[in-house]
């Protein structure tokens, strides 16, 4: 079993930065691809980052591309999304997830993911 907690959520201006962290516990997140999703209300879990477990692959989506930067720390079994220049429609809820049985591509869909955190509130205002 593998835990995960995020943190790092807050209340920020647009243009604003946060960095989210997401800790595991549990067991190690070295050899496990992860992702970071989102989900406002009324709408759709989005994912807005993935890392592979090499840290070779990342992805965005074009929403976030260019603002956001999901990085990992495996000696810390801690995985980050650095979120700058953000606008009012990145307010959600943000969960970090690890994929255990991605090896290659990347993992776009929910499905894919096998532990969840409980997720951190992020509210841009304008």
């Known amino acids: 079993q593998v835990q995960l907690v995020e943190s790092g959520g807050g209340l920020v201006q647009a243009g604003g930065s946060l960095r989210l962290s997401c800790a595991a516990s549990?067991?190690?997140?070295?050899?496990?691809?992860m992702g970071w999703f989102r989900q406002a209300p009324g709408k759709e879990r989005e994912v807005v980052a993935y890392?592979?477990?090499?840290?070779?692959?990342?992805y965005y989506p074009d929403s976030v591309k260019g603002r956001f930067t999901i990085s990992r720390d495996n000696a810390k079994n801690t995985v980050y999304l650095q979120m700058n220049s953000l606008k009012p429609e990145d307010t959600a809820v943000y969960r970090c997830?690890?994929?255990?049985?991605?090896?290659?591509?990347?993992?776009?869909?929910?499905?894919?993911?096998?532990?969840w955190g409980q997720g951190t509130q992020v509210t841009v205002s304008s």
């Open positions: 997830a690890a994929a255990t049985r991605v090896r290659l591509g990347v993992a776009r869909q929910a499905y894919e993911y096998d532990y």
């Open positions: 549990g067991r190690t997140l070295s050899s496990y691809a």
């Open positions: 890392i592979s477990w090499t840290g070779g692959t990342t």
